[in-house]
């Protein structure tokens, strides 16, 4: 059974950096096919990615926070790290973790992407 | 990068079908096959309806179903319930620039 838990802080002041931590089961971290992703949802709108981690240590950000963003794993714990430097209540909302299917082609085209499991998501409230 | 557009809201009775549109550019939705949706109920996390523009993981019901022409996806369900009440967010891949978007999501009404 694959689930994908996330920990960390439920508040957090004004410019601190948010460290959450995604702690999974069920699947590997090494599987070649498989990554995580850090998915937030602002109280009442909508999903928003930021960043996503696989095996061979690949990462990408989302592009308007790129700079504020640092994603890593360890696999020997099953866990993947985000943090976020200098939180704003703007960045108050649920943090999700989330399994990625990825498959891409011998030349490297990306041919499939989504994400299978999520985690129960934790909010974390910015205080100004 | 945008979000890609969904309408804010659809409405269906019972037995209904209804259909929610996700529009993208060419640069995602219009130059990928990978068109993901998901649900929502409130409080809950987000789960995979349909991914891979119209392929369904085990376990969703053969009511939900996906298209897409051009820069626009489609999420279609048919036979409408009550517990299909819940808002749904369609998701595109973009590429190593864009990477990753979500739509502004939708929240469907049973009536």
């Known amino acids: 059974q694959v689930t994908l838990k996330e920990s960390g802080p439920v508040l957090v002041k004004a410019t601190e950096t948010l460290t959450l931590t995604c702690t999974v089961s069920?699947?590997?971290?090494?599987?070649?096919?498989?990554?995580v992703s850090w998915i937030r949802q602002p109280p009442g709108k909508a999903l928003e990615w930021l960043a996503h981690?696989?095996?061979?240590?690949?990462?990408s950000y989302s592009t308007s926070l790129k700079s504020r963003l640092t994603i890593s794993k360890d696999t020997s714990k099953s866990q993947v790290v985000l943090t976020m430097t200098t939180m704003d209540p703007v960045d108050t909302a649920t943090y999700y973790c989330?399994?990625?299917?990825?498959?891409?082609?011998?030349?490297?085209?990306?041919?499939?992407?989504?994400?299978?499991?999520w985690g129960q998501g934790t909010l974390v409230t910015v205080s100004s | 990068q945008s979000a890609l557009t969904q309408p804010a809201s659809v409405s269906g009775s019972p037995g209904q079908s209804i259909t929610i549109s996700c529009t993208g550019t060419?640069?995602?939705?219009?130059?990928?096959?990978?068109v993901s949706w998901y649900q929502q109920h409130p409080g809950r996390a987000p789960k995979l309806m349909i991914y891979?523009?119209?392929k369904r993981p085990s376990g969703v019901s053969n009511r939900f179903s996906g298209s897409k022409s051009g820069n626009t996806a489609s999420l279609t369900i048919s036979g409408l319930q009550a517990e299909d009440e819940a808002d749904y967010y369609c998701?595109?891949?973009?590429?190593?620039?864009?990477?990753?978007?979500f739509g502004g999501g939708t929240k469907l009404t049973v009536l």
């Open positions: 069920g699947f590997s971290l090494s599987h070649a096919r498989l990554g």
């Open positions: 981690i696989f095996s061979n240590d690949a990462k």
């Open positions: 989330a399994r990625i299917q990825r498959r891409f082609t011998i030349a490297g085209v990306v041919i499939g992407y989504y994400f299978d499991d």
């Open positions: 998701c595109s891949y973009g590429g190593s620039s864009i990477h990753v978007l």
């Open positions: 891979e523009v119209d």
């Open positions: 060419s640069s995602d939705i219009g130059n990928y096959n990978l």
